[in-house]
């Protein structure tokens, strides 16, 4: 039996690592890109001084490892595996074995939001572990010290969702009294930080960092954990009948209908289409042009993002010009959409910008875009972005900033390290054959970037280096696109 | 009870001393090159002035170069104290009260040791010995407090930012606002902006806030409350404040603010107003009195004179006839300020005729953010080659200029400036003596604040603003933007001011 819910455990944790690395892996890199984890005293001492802080921690810790996808379904499958064994341990569940199942498909339905934080699993987990934890406790004053210095200190380290674990402490008929006050103490902890925690009061009641999106209560990850509770009730109410005979058949029944049932819910509420957006943009972010030109031609990208990524990698290819009709297009809008302050569409634009060596509007699409993070972190992404277009502009200080800052991250130090001899040496960056590069291609004469004059951008940058070739090729498909002739005719003659 | 207070008296003073044993008192090296020249320390505190009551100027070496720094300070009673850990060299704040005390009107002595990285070549770095440098402690304190506002050197979005003040004698930095309270929801939040005292104090203060529930926030007499200064016949609400210095009274300039963003040029950033005018609130009556408001003219920057008799303020110069009327961002760099004044008569809240104070535009530059010293005798204003945004501008100085003849002679603030770099919002403290000003000089992208001593129409060496780790500035990603001197603390909480969004 207990071998047979292990491999039940083990299917469950298999299917959601397949689930995020094969359908869902550019939705992990998509998190990955919009925080920058330090490892930096200050930077941890910042997350762990707020209610919720080692969740949150842990969870961007975890995160920063979904820039590799595999890796990063791998630590979702672990963790909501270890939610549904620590589930299966608070009670007997007998033939209702498939419920212990449910909180941990309720975080995967909350992963499947892009802006869903790793850290509300987390803050899942610690609950979840310290009821564990308590339940190994023998009844006794210790057990009742210990409670009541718990409830703060998970209050602290999860969040608010750590009221399961008082909910999961308060049913039992001898422990009443503790019942209220534990209720008193955790209701009071919220008004009395609200005083003195330069946080809003209903942060400290709904979580500070479970989601992305400040203003969105974290629905599903507050169902997940209240399920939690309201499933060892009713398992706990029905003990005698789920404890009957023929378990085994009835175990897994009951798996296999919970486990039907949820995935069927994951699968119609899972995001395709911005899964496609951010394939992308991830193609785009990696310089991906030969898989990116694989990818339009199995399917023609129907989305902004998708158009503008496919019309780069074709002039990447010195294709754009010659085959710009063979592919969806959306106007102007489809070599630069208008910049937006989202979350999803600044990045790509920006990648354009860069490439046709358009760098200080690269750096300031870029910047526009790490303040449009929601919840006020910053992206190792942009800071990479930023440290290069600062390089380009021979700006080394600031440059330096960035990568600096990047050297206390795991996986972008190497690079930063690598980065940083370059900063003053004009020699080595103008052998650089990215920096070099856009060096050359950068404006010579300065004027305004407006959204709105996109062909003179276009023409003076190609006037200020011919050999720019794509920026001729995105202003012959400009012209194409907008049946400027005249403009077509004269660039044409002055590349002849 | 006696024995429990024996117990925690003992236990206090066994985490005393053992706190006070974490300070490294390295010994000097016994053996080092000579090398004649000064230490190239982060931040450059070589031979500069700085005031009796400020924290400690902790600096450190380069942490590519040197693998150690030892700082030997000796003060004129002949006192030696050395410190260093590493590269860095960071003085208990106590010691150095201790230090700045015993030369307040002398100068310090600091002889600097460096030990170098390892390199291929070496495997054990050598200890070299600088030329030794001065601190010239003066005798006048400098305001306790500072203000500013904390931001990212953005284009349009903003991110999280505060207002926060900073005790000039310690390290203690805190909030008076943030805008995370206010700004849960972006589309429904605030961009804090220009705060402004009135004479250095906090009980009469404000500052801005923009988008959702915009207005000003206002502090009158301790009391909060937001206020909303845009009427039917000015262009914007209030934005660039200032307090007259004893009436309840607050000049400011009404703009249309655009920004226009380069696409070369190392500026980076324009900022322009496509229209700005002034205008007097009046908080008794809350009543906002239209101070000028020619259409094809820009008025900015006001600011008031020590006694309040004259309001000074910033107008640019017509444009030349052929440039009218056209796209300003065609021709913003044709765009030029030169400083006004007029005089005020405050029981009748009215203006007198307008006089020229400064030409900027005959000499083909541009003058903003005026400032009269407290005792009236000069002005300091920052100038650039053109508009109103100077903090932006790489060629922006700041000047001093007399006001009347009681002004020294000889006028001499450069070396309060950096070669090639923004230099900008320049203050002066309450007794007159030191200057702030905003720079970008170490990375031309942060600014960073800069004090300076003045006396007798001279300014010493600019020294930036002394942090607990000498490391903090090169990392701090964060401009300080506008810095106002007080001489108290605001008292109130952020909570409180909070209150006036949610009310």
């Keep these: 039996m207990k071998d047979l819910r292990f491999l039940c455990t083990l299917l469950f944790g298999v299917a959601v690592v397949l689930f995020f690395g094969m359908a869902y892996p550019h939705h992990l890199h998509y998190q990955e890109q919009y925080q920058l984890f330090l490892f930096d005293l200050g930077y941890v001492w910042e997350i762990v001084k707020l209610p919720g802080g080692l969740a949150d921690l842990l969870g961007r810790f975890c995160t920063q490892f979904f820039l590799f996808a595999w890796v990063g379904a791998t630590i979702i499958g672990i963790l909501l595996s270890v939610v549904q064994l620590l589930t299966l341990r608070l009670t007997d569940w007998g033939r209702l074995y498939g419920l212990s199942y449910v909180p941990a498909f309720l975080l995967w339905l909350f992963l499947l939001d892009e802006n869903a934080l790793f850290g509300g699993v987390w803050a899942v987990v610690l609950t979840l572990l310290a009821s564990w934890g308590f339940d190994k406790l023998r009844c006794g004053w210790t057990r009742r010290i210990l409670l009541v210095i718990a409830i703060p200190l998970l209050y602290w380290m999860a969040g608010p969702v750590c009221i399961v674990f008082f909910l999961l402490q308060a049913p039992r008929p001898q422990r009443i009294p503790w019942y209220y006050g534990l209720f008193i103490l955790l209701a009071v902890l919220p008004v009395l930080l609200s005083f003195y925690l330069p946080v809003s009061a209903d942060k400290l009641w709904f979580g500070i960092h479970y989601h992305r999106y400040p203003t969105v209560f974290p629905s599903l990850l507050w169902s997940a954990s209240l399920s939690i509770f309201v499933l060892t009730l009713i398992a706990r109410g029905l003990h005698h009948w789920a404890n009957a005979s023929h378990r085994i058949v009835a175990t897994l029944c009951s798996f296999g209908l919970v486990f039907a049932i949820m995935l069927a819910f994951v699968w119609k509420n899972t995001n395709s289409k911005a899964e496609k957006v951010m394939q992308y943009d991830f193609m785009a972010r990696h310089q991906q042009w030969n898989r990116i030109l694989e990818t339009i031609n199995a399917e023609k990208p129907n989305n902004p993002i998708g158009v503008t990524v496919q019309n780069l990698a074709l002039a990447m290819h010195g294709l754009l010009p010659d085959h710009l009709f063979e592919y969806n297009q959306n106007g102007i809008s489809g070599l630069f959409p208008s910049v937006e302050r989202d979350a999803t569409s600044p990045l790509p634009t920006a990648e354009v910008f860069y490439q046709l060596g358009m760098i200080n509007v690269a750096q300031r699409t870029v910047f526009e875009a790490q303040e449009a993070i929601l919840d006020f972190q910053k992206s190792a992404r942009c800071y990479k972005r930023l440290a290069q277009t600062n390089l380009i502009n021979g700006d080394y200080e600031v440059s330096r900033k960035y990568l600096t800052a990047l050297q206390k991250t795991l996986f972008y130090s190497d690079w930063a390290n690598e980065t940083l001899p370059l900063l003053g040496d004009e020699d080595a960056i103008s052998k650089h054959p990215e920096y070099g590069r856009l060096r050359q291609m950068a404006y010579k004469e300065d004027f305004y970037f407006s959204d709105h004059t996109t062909c003179q951008m276009l023409q003076n940058l190609f006037l200020s280096n011919t050999d720019n070739r794509l920026a001729y090729d995105y202003l012959l498909a400009y012209c194409l696109l907008t049946g400027d002739r005249e403009t077509y005719y004269y660039v044409t003659s002055i590349k002849q | 009870m006696k024995k429990h ?125 600088f030329s030794p440098f001065e601190i010239h402690v003066a005798e006048e304190p400098i305001d306790e407090y500072i203000s500013y506002r904390l931001i990212e050197p953005s284009y349009v979005a903003w991110d999280y930012m505060e207002i926060a003040q900073r005790h000039l004698t310690t390290f203690e930095e805190t909030q008076i606002f943030n805008n995370e309270i206010t700004c849960v929801d972006k589309t429904k939040g605030q961009c804090i902006n220009c705060h402004s005292y009135q004479n250095y104090k906090t009980d009469n203060m404000l500052f801005h806030v923009r988008l959702s529930n915009g207005g000003t926030v206002l502090v009158n007499d301790g009391k909060v409350s937001k206020v909303n200064m845009k009427r039917d016949y000015t262009i914007s609400s209030g934005v660039y404040p200032a307090w007259h210095p004893t009436a309840k009274v607050i000049a400011l300039s009404t703009n249309k603010t655009r920004q226009g963003f380069h696409t070369a040029d190392p500026n980076k950033i324009e900022v322009y107003d496509m229209a700005s005018d002034m205008i007097l609130y009046d908080i008794a009556t809350d009543s906002v009195i ?184 090169t990392f701090f990603l964060k401009s300080y933007n506008r810095p106002e001197f007080m001489v108290e603390p605001v008292r109130i909480s952020v909570d409180e001011f909070s209150k006036v969004f949610t009310d």
């Excluded at chain 2, 104290?81 to 060299?89: A, D, I, L, S």
């Excluded at chain 2, 300091?380 to 003849?405: K, P, T, V």
Aim: aromatic content about 12%; proline content about 7%.
């Design chain 2, 5 to 129: 207070l024996h117990i925690l008296t003992l236990l206090l003073a066994v985490a005393l001393l053992f706190m006070s044993s974490c300070t490294n008192h390295p010994d000097v090296p016994s053996s080092s090159k000579a090398v004649k020249s000064l230490p190239d320390i982060f931040p450059d505190y070589c031979d500069v002035t700085v005031p009796c009551n400020i924290a400690p100027l902790n600096f450190m070496l380069p942490s590519d170069r040197y693998a150690a720094c030892v700082a030997r300070i000796s003060t004129p009673d002949g006192q030696q104290r050395t410190y260093g850990q590493g590269v860095k060299v960071q003085i208990p704040e106590s010691d150095w009260h201790t230090i700045l005390h015993a030369s307040t009107g002398k100068s310090i002595k600091v002889e600097v040791w460096g030990k170098t990285a390892k390199s291929e070549s070496e495997q054990n770095g050598e200890w070299l010995s």
């Design chain 2, 290 to 473: 239209v101070v000028s408001a020619d259409t094809t003219l820009l008025e900015v920057y006001p600011t008031w004179s020590p006694d309040g008799r004259y309001l000074y303020y910033c107008k640019s110069v017509p444009l030349p006839e052929e440039l009218a009327g056209k796209d300003i961002r065609s021709t913003y760099q044709k765009v030029q300020y030169n400083l006004y004044r007029r005089s005020f008569d405050e029981p009748t809240l009215s203006f007198g005729e307008e006089e020229l104070v400064y030409d900027a535009a005959s000499q083909d530059k541009s003058a903003t953010l005026p400032r009269i010293s407290p005792d009236g005798h000069y002005l300091l204003f920052a100038q650039g080659r053109y508009g109103c945004f100077h903090i932006r501008h790489l060629d922006a100085d700041i000047l001093c200029m007399a006001l009347d003849d009681e002004a020294a002679p000889d006028i001499d603030i450069s070396k309060l400036n950096s070669e090639g770099f923004p230099d900008s919002y320049p203050s002066w403290s309450s007794n007159g003596h030191w200057i702030m000003c905003a720079s970008r000089r170490d990375d031309s992208n942060y600014c960073r604040v800069y004090f300076s001593y003045f006396k007798d129409g001279k300014a010493e060496k600019a020294f930036m603003m002394p942090q607990e780790d000498p490391e903090h500035h």
